[in-house]
């Protein structure tokens, strides 16, 4: 039997969200992880050549702090997931005065190009508000998919709109017969179940006014609003993996806007999703039920392959049958080799270079590219105590129970002292190498380094 680790995170808002996306996913088990108090959904939806191992998880609450700290629990949770995709629905910005721009009730918003704008983070100054976000793009994985959908479309070899309504009704769906009122008349000609990519622009607030849609949106190019996307792409981006927004348009952000088509636009976004994913060649990633892979071709070399984590991993070190690993992801992980059992501790939002066992304290130093000296209790599982020296430390090698050396990116080679058990000084830099130290020794007969 083989373990299937999911490569794709979603994430809704609302349950009416979740409840649209989650009616595609197969093999569904409701699952818990550790401290983690978010409960997800794990299975599969069909993907090219395969099926997409997916975990599914809903918010708390709306809004872009709480979208931040599901996307960070799920990425903790599951180091395999590569790609985030938050699912839901938006308000569209209508432009009458450009029917190639025009957006309706019931479309689809793709966030390409700079992807999401968080427009309530700047400045105000010289009486003008000056828009300061730097949310990271989409994922470029992601939007290949959207190409590659796209060109099938204009290729005649996908049909958008057949293939949405046959899945409308399949599950017995259906769209509203009326708009709700409306300030403003559709553009002659204009067609529904359009498929919009765009900048959508994300905050903390509801837009509910005309005026103060349009000032926005013009401004900044932007063609949807909604509250959560900015969270789930900074969490992504201090993750080191991508994200991608798909939001159908449930109303226009206006004074009128009320909720007779969210369940509607939240259906026609995870149809969207789904219709993505087919295009998207599936890759998850497989282990034995035990954790462990032995070399089939020298069975008695005794060399194992444990899965540890999705991202690459920088260091590691061995203390009573533990082993003591870390890398690009910030975490610290534990494999125990008589158990077998593996562990994860959130260290820093920085990859973690080196580590070192201080036996008689029962400490871990790890050092990280922010400069940070983080002592770790070993039997307590807990942080003691950071520490920050001039730059990046690669490495960190122990002199005697009270002393330690660290290299740095800066090429600086120092001397550290340990005292009241937890905290550390700097006696002396030793040397300056002019480069990266990436590795140190000691030699005690000859008390070199």
């Given at each position: ?17 979740q ?6 996913i ?62 839901g ?10 029917k190639?721009?025009?957006?309706r ?6 966030s ?153 636009a ?26 462990q ?21 920088t ?94 990116k800066?090429?600086?080679?120092s ?35």
């Amino acid at each position: 039997m083989k373990v299937v680790y999911p490569t794709l995170g979603l994430i809704t808002a609302l349950p009416k969200e979740q409840a649209a996306i989650s009616r595609f996913i197969e093999q569904k088990e409701t699952i818990q992880i550790g401290n983690d108090p978010t409960i997800y959904t794990k299975g599969y939806i069909q993907g090219e050549k395969g099926k997409h191992c997916v975990v599914l998880a809903c918010l708390t609450k709306y809004a872009s702090n709480n979208a931040s700290i599901t996307t960070t629990n799920m990425v903790r949770s599951f180091p395999s997931i590569k790609d985030i995709v938050m699912i839901g629905i938006a308000a569209g910005v209508p432009r009458v005065d450009k029917k190639e721009l025009h957006v309706r009730l019931g479309d689809v918003i793709i966030s390409s190009g700079r992807g999401v704008i968080q427009f309530d983070l700047g400045v105000y100054k010289n009486g003008k508000y000056e828009i300061r976000d730097t949310s990271p793009s989409p994922s470029a994985m992601l939007l290949q998919g959207v190409n590659y959908l796209e060109s099938e479309m204009i290729l005649n070899k996908f049909n958008w709109e057949k293939y949405l309504f046959k899945i409308l009704n399949e599950n017995r769906l259906s769209m509203p017969k009326k708009e709700p009122k409306k300030n403003f008349t559709h553009p002659h000609g204009s067609k529904k179940n359009n498929i919009h990519r765009g900048k959508i622009g994300a905050s903390n607030s509801l837009i509910k006014d005309k005026s103060k849609r349009d000032e926005i949106a013009h401004e900044n190019g932007i063609i949807a609003f909604e509250m959560e996307g900015s969270g789930v792409a900074e969490a992504t981006w201090n993750a080191g993996i991508g994200y991608l927004l798909i939001r159908g348009v449930c109303d226009y952000g206006d004074e009128n806007k009320e909720d007779s088509w969210q369940e509607y636009a939240a259906n026609v976004a995870a149809i969207y999703c789904t219709a993505l994913l087919k295009m998207i060649p599936a890759n998850g990633l497989f282990q034995n039920n035990d954790n462990q892979t032995l070399n089939k071709n020298n069975k008695d070399n005794h060399i194992k392959k444990i899965h540890i984590s999705s991202k690459r991993l920088t260091t590691c070190a061995m203390y009573k049958g533990i082993i003591y690993t870390a890398g690009f992801d910030g975490l610290l992980y534990t494999y125990d080799t008589i158990s077998m059992e593996i562990c994860s501790f959130p260290i820093c939002e920085s990859i973690i270079r080196c580590i070192l066992i201080l036996e008689k304290s029962k400490m871990a130093l790890l050092g990280n590219d922010k400069g940070e000296i983080i002592f770790f209790d070993i039997d307590k599982k807990a942080i003691l105590n950071k520490i920050t020296s001039n730059s990046a430390i690669f490495a960190i090698h122990r002199l005697t129970d009270e002393k330690f050396v660290v290299g740095e990116k800066s090429g600086d080679l120092s001397e550290w002292e340990i005292f009241d058990k937890k905290k550390s000084r700097r006696l002396r830099i030793i040397h300056n190498c002019g480069n990266i130290i990436f590795s140190v020794g000691y030699e005690k007969f000859t008390n070199s380094l």
